[in-house]
């Protein structure tokens, strides 16, 4: 088996891969830009604050959210979450969980086709949601070239070893 041959299960599987990998970048970043520019849509309610309180995630140094639940004036239950990324400070989070003491009033944005969840601020989509998704399909075309090449190098290699079997039957 020569060098060449010896690399082309390695390009197939690097190249699938990074295919994967590189699509669910794209697509999480994408759904994100999607729900956001959904979130835009929604009308604002007015909601009393029941509680407010920072959530962390497993761990000391994973991401936290606040989490607020409120009531509209007809009584219906709404939660709210505001995620936080990992370089939040305590302060920061403190200062957000102050905007929303018990029994105080302000705007969510419930979510029409999930009316238990709201949003509490809305904003367009960062800058970083549209170079994750190109980052994550530029791995997938990356990705895609090396899984081409990858079958390439394979039909040749089977091309050379069908040459060779013919030959040796040939010569018998």
Not at 18 to 46: C, K, N
Request: glycine content about 8%; charged content about 25%.
């Amino acid at each position: 088996m020569s060098p060449r041959e010896s690399n082309v299960p390695l390009q197939l599987v690097v190249g699938a891969f990074m295919i994967a990998l590189g699509s669910m970048f794209a697509l999480a970043a994408h759904d994100e830009r999607a729900q956001a520019y959904e979130a835009l849509s929604w009308r604002p309610v007015e909601v009393t604050v029941i509680r407010a309180e920072v959530v962390r995630d497993r761990g000391q140094n994973s991401h936290a959210r606040l989490e607020v639940w409120a009531r509209t004036d007809e009584g219906r239950a709404l939660d709210c979450r505001l995620f936080f990324g990992k370089v939040a400070t305590q302060a920061d989070m403190q200062r957000a969980t102050e905007e929303f003491p018990p029994g105080a009033r302000r705007e969510v944005y419930p979510d029409p086709a999930q009316p238990g969840r709201a949003v509490l601020y809305r904003a367009a989509p960062s800058a970083s949601t549209y170079a994750v998704t190109a980052l994550g399909a530029l791995v997938a075309l990356l990705g895609a070239g090396v899984l081409g090449l990858g079958v390439r190098n394979l039909i040749r290699v089977l091309a050379r070893r069908r040459g060779d079997r013919d030959g040796v039957a040939a010569s018998r």
